[in-house]
């Protein structure tokens, strides 16, 4: 569908009048909102030469584009659209008539389907058809950097046509063209560039959640091989021991942080025997022993913490 309605647009634009009036200046202005479409303001002058006022003005309006807003010096203009096969026909009420003799420039808002997404650029275009001549054209289309690929702009535009103006800024580009129109004859303006991948956010969200829960499964992962390769070590080292030191290694392995006394109590040993392991142990750097007040606390030593 916005294949053909983008077809249409190619057809046709905004450009007849009735009641004998006068289109003096038409100027289109152009910017992309998505890799599909553009918001414009078109400015046309009009120039009533009749000998009485009027307050209707009719334009022909491409089939496709969506009409935001109509203003004249006067404020907001009314008007209703009557679809036509090929084109629509928009009837404009002046609140205050326009007299004869009088010059006046109405302000249109609309979006339409300008844009063609292709492989490597994009392609922007537009085919006027007037129905009567007019000497003073000019269209400005601006493209921001965003939508553009990265490095120097002006080279990131390319295939003009016809001939215009490249203006680089530092939000984007500006190309204008100023040509006058023939009625009956249609005139095409276009131009591609190369095009700035767009981002998912929804997968960019998704991949940075998958990414951190299977970061948080690899530290809980890790800390267990570590946990139950300390474990392993320091069951090695207890073979290397007597059975009363293996004992006193057991209980602190098992339980860390358990009191001397704890200790004395679970093993059934004398308070001077376990001492003495104790003391063992710690000079092998199998047990770390600090106090709290004359409480004796248990820990596993560097040698079983590496």
Known sequence: MKRILLFLIILFSLIQTAHALQIEKYHITAKPINYEQTENIVE????????????????????GTDITTIFDAY??????????????????????PLTAGEH??????????????????????????????ISNFTHSLFIPKTFMAEGEVTKQIYGVVPYASVTETKEGAWIEWSTPLIGGKPTSFIVRFTYREEK?????????????????VS????????????????LDAINILSIREKAVLECVI???????????????????STSKIVKRLQF???????????????????KLGK
């Open 75 to 96: 404020g907001k203009v009314e008007y209703s659209i009557q679809e036509q096969k090929y084109t629509q026909i928009v009837t404009l009420e002046f609140t205050k």
């Open 44 to 63: 046309v002058t009009i120039y009533n030469d009749e000998e009485t006022a009027t307050s209707i003005v009719i334009l022909n309006l491409a089939l």
């Open 254 to 272: 098992k339980k860390p942080g358990i009191k001397q006394h704890e200790v004395v109590r679970l093993l059934k040993y004398t308070k001077s």
């Open 200 to 216: 998912n956010i929804f997968e960019m969200i998704v991949y940075g959640f998958v990414i951190l829960i299977f970061f948080i």
């Open 219 to 234: 530290i809980v992962l890790s800390c267990k091989i570590w946990k139950f390769y300390k474990q392993k070590r320091a």
């Open 104 to 133: 006046r420039t109405i302000t249109i808002s609309t979006v339409s389907y300008n844009l063609i997404k292709k492989e490597e650029y994009i392609e922007y275009i537009l085919v006027t058809t007037p129905l009567v001549n």
């Open 284 to 302: 092998r750097e199998l047990l770390e022993v600090t106090k709290d007040g004359n409480v004796r606390i248990l820990t596993q030593g560097k």
